[in-house]
């Protein structure tokens, strides 16, 4: 356990992304991420977004149950588990949003017939916990060998009062803003695959943050790049 958070601090020092593309007032919080933590699971990733924490599992290529069997590509299913009680609305939502966005990359046509399973389990809610969400689920299908077209990552924006824009909001943050504007992108054009919103914002608002996630996006994917490399460089 000691190594394993030595790792992670180590992983947090030399790859955290503190400045963002877009000053001091818009910067992404530290990252971590570690990989091929559970033995059960096919692959497995846990993602560290500031003192926001998401432990995902992946299991699959398997069987698949005949009610849920398409006879073209692999059934796809995400289940998001909160820190405490039972899933709920809020869980239940995200759970089909980031679904939605692994079913855009992942190639389901080589497997079809099979079940692609995604398991994530909260460990801490301190803002952005849709973009954790999505980050742990990438990082945990490339543990699995999953194929995929692109890596995705996910980015929240949130705007306050005045418009001032902040990447990767604190819960405090999330609270106090007039808007919250989450996005998934993907590694190959920063294309959209999946957005979603909260609060009052114009057009040109949506814009200016579309455009600021997918400048953090290249922040987050390097990190990504770097994260792999440090792993099977040791392998």
């Known amino acids: ?34 990989q091929n933590l559970l033995s059960r699971p096919d692959g497995s990733a846990s993602f560290l977004q500031g003192d926001t924490s998401v432990l995902a599992g992946v ?28 899933p709920g609305v809020a869980e239940k939502s995200r759970e089909r949003l980031i679904r ?4 855009a990359v992942v190639l389901g046509a080589l497997h079809p017939r099979t079940s692609i399973t995604v398991v994530l389990q909260v460990v801490s809610d301190a803002g952005s916990l849709l973009a954790c969400c999505l980050n742990a689920a990438c ?13 995705f990552c996910g980015v929240t924006c949130a705007l306050d009062s005045d418009g001032t824009l902040m990447l990767d ?34 057009d040109a608002e949506l814009q200016q943050c579309l455009a600021a996630a997918q400048t953090a996006s290249t922040h987050v994917f ?8 440090r792993r099977y460089s040791k392998s």
């Open 1 to 34: 356990m000691e190594g394993a958070m030595q790792t992670e601090s180590k992983i947090r020092a030399d790859s955290g992304t503190e400045h963002g593309p877009r000053g001091p007032g818009c910067s992404l919080r530290h990252f971590a991420c570690e």
């Open 59 to 86: 299991y699959g290529p398997a069987e698949v149950k005949v009610s849920k069997e398409i006879f073209n590509k692999a059934t796809l299913e995400v289940i998001l588990r909160p820190k405490t009680g039972l």
């Open 100 to 103: 939605n966005t692994c079913e």
């Open 139 to 151: 990082m945990a299908l490339v543990d699995a060998g999953v194929p995929m077209r692109a890596l």
């Open 169 to 202: 909001p604190t819960a405090k943050q999330e609270k106090e803003a007039r808007a919250v504007l989450t996005f998934a992108l993907d590694s190959v054009e920063r294309k959209l695959l999946m957005s979603t919103t909260k609060g009052l914002y114009s």
């Open 222 to 229: 390097r990190f990504y790049r770097e994260s792999l490399q």
